[in-house]
């Protein structure tokens, strides 16, 4: 072959290669475009500059792993949706502009219902506080009576304060919830809201997404947006108080289990107790060491003439509940502290097989209870260091929920702005608030 034909035709097979290549980034590029003009990814940018509060192009660039042109088509959507606002930095060193949401577009509300008090606080879209009141009941038994008040509580409060309407409401309940239906599933203390339509009766009085759960699973989200695990991702939230349950965070999200009721730790058997429990068990751990089982148990001490400070209360009350237990290791009662200690032990062995097992970084202790303070928490973190591998504890925070009585609605305003925001939800969040396609 002749030196011209040699390199003529190195030369074809270079420039065929050049055009494959072309052609399959090409290809390719047109397959990534398609895919990057998803709502999919719209609902990533605006959840991305929604978590960072305030954010420049580059680092969502960073953050989303998409390119800059993308970046740039989506956010100029937003801006044009009213979802999103540019802003300059007040510092004039910082020259690149900010992207934060319109968090005043709209409103969501959490409301969390206890045994007798109802919580009800008003979101704006980036979750600041907007009004919230509180609201007390005789009984919750009757579930007609008991929503009828919580719809009225929450359309006087919307009224009051110059809302017209709601883009999602999330609701946390005090006993079992069927999370995928919206329904109670066989509370053991309220039997008449077994399978009450809650979702169904929400939608339809507010005309918005309603979302249903129960109280500990709630809390746990808002103790993970805004408490003392902001920076975490896997740690364990337990509310002590007249039953024991547990909320399981899992890489930031609610871990439900196959049926919803992952948790429910007020069940788990205590070693060696023979306490009768309401659910028809034996040594159940909130048979034993719950509010009800403790203000029992000083009541007993109380008729034995164990201890003068618990009689004298019970003489003049003629009952006593596990305020009056915390209220006489605040004055010094030796029976009082003996009462939380215990109750703090107790607990803190169930904990240490859940340590042992989930290997949570933190575990945050919230519901009434929690007002007994560090000697309760203490004697709970020792329980479980004694009873736990050094690897699952060296580093483990055991501590009280920061958002205390706020954890409720905080952790259900999470719940539903999360679900109207997430991609599966975001363009219909957009037609149905924005009027927009």
Not at 189 to 214: A, M, Q, S, T
Not at 287 to 303: H, M, N, Q, S, Y
Not at 336 to 350: D, F, N, P, W
Not at 372 to 394: C, D, K, P, Q, Y
Request: glycine share 10%; with cysteine; aromatic share 8%.
């Amino acid at each position: 072959m002749s030196t011209f034909m040699f390199y003529y035709s190195t030369y074809l097979f270079g420039y065929r290669l050049l055009i494959f290549f072309r052609g399959r980034n090409m290809i390719q590029t047109q397959m990534n475009h398609k895919e990057l003009i998803t709502p999919n990814t719209t609902a990533q940018i605006y959840n991305i500059i929604r978590s960072n509060g305030e954010i420049n192009r580059m680092d969502i660039t960073r953050l989303s792993g998409v390119s800059k042109s993308t970046i740039s088509l989506q956010i100029n959507k937003l801006i044009k949706l009213g979802l999103i606002e540019e802003k300059t930095p007040p510092d004039s060193s910082q020259r690149k502009l900010k992207l934060q949401i319109r968090g005043d577009l709209g409103f969501v509300a959490g409301v969390f219902l206890g045994i007798t008090k109802l919580s009800i606080i008003i979101f704006n879209l980036d979750l600041r506080i907007e009004c919230e009141k509180v609201h007390y009941f005789d009984s919750i038994s009757d579930p007609e009576e008991c929503n009828r008040q919580i719809i009225q509580q929450l359309k006087d409060l919307c009224r009051d304060n110059g809302i017209e309407r709601l883009w999602g409401i999330g609701i946390g309940f005090p006993f079992p919830v069927n999370f995928r239906d919206g329904k109670p599933d066989s509370p053991p203390n309220v039997p008449l809201w077994h399978d009450y339509p809650l979702r169904r009766i929400y939608e339809k009085e507010f005309g918005c997404p309603v979302l249903i759960d129960n109280d500990v699973n709630v809390m746990a989200l808002g103790e993970g947006h805004k408490g003392c695990t902001t920076e975490e991702s896997d740690f364990l939230f337990v509310k002590v108080g007249t039953g024991i349950g547990a909320g399981l965070i899992v890489d930031g999200k609610i871990y439900r289990g196959a049926k919803g009721c992952a948790g429910d730790i007020g069940h788990i058997e205590v070693d060696g107790s023979n306490v009768r429990c309401h659910c028809g068990n034996k040594g159940c751990l909130e048979a034993v060491a719950g509010g009800k089982a403790l203000a029992a148990r000083a009541t007993e001490i109380a008729a034995k003439n164990e201890s003068p400070y618990l009689k004298e209360l019970l003489t003049r009350n003629q009952q006593l509940s596990a305020m009056d237990i915390n209220n006489g290791a605040i004055a010094g009662d030796l029976s009082c502290i003996q009462l939380i200690k215990e109750a703090g032990t107790v607990i803190g062995s169930v904990l240490a097989k859940l340590v042992s097992f989930f290997n949570p970084s933190s575990i945050v202790i919230g519901g009434g209870l929690s007002a007994f303070g560090n000697l309760f928490v203490g004697a709970m973190r020792e329980a479980v260091i004694r009873r736990s591998l050094h690897l699952a504890t060296f580093e483990l925070n055991v501590c009280i929920s920061e958002l205390k009585d706020k954890s409720g609605p905080t952790g259900a305003g999470t719940l539903i702005i999360d679900h109207i925001f997430s991609s599966q939800e975001f363009t219909s969040t957009i037609k149905r608030n924005l009027r927009a396609g």
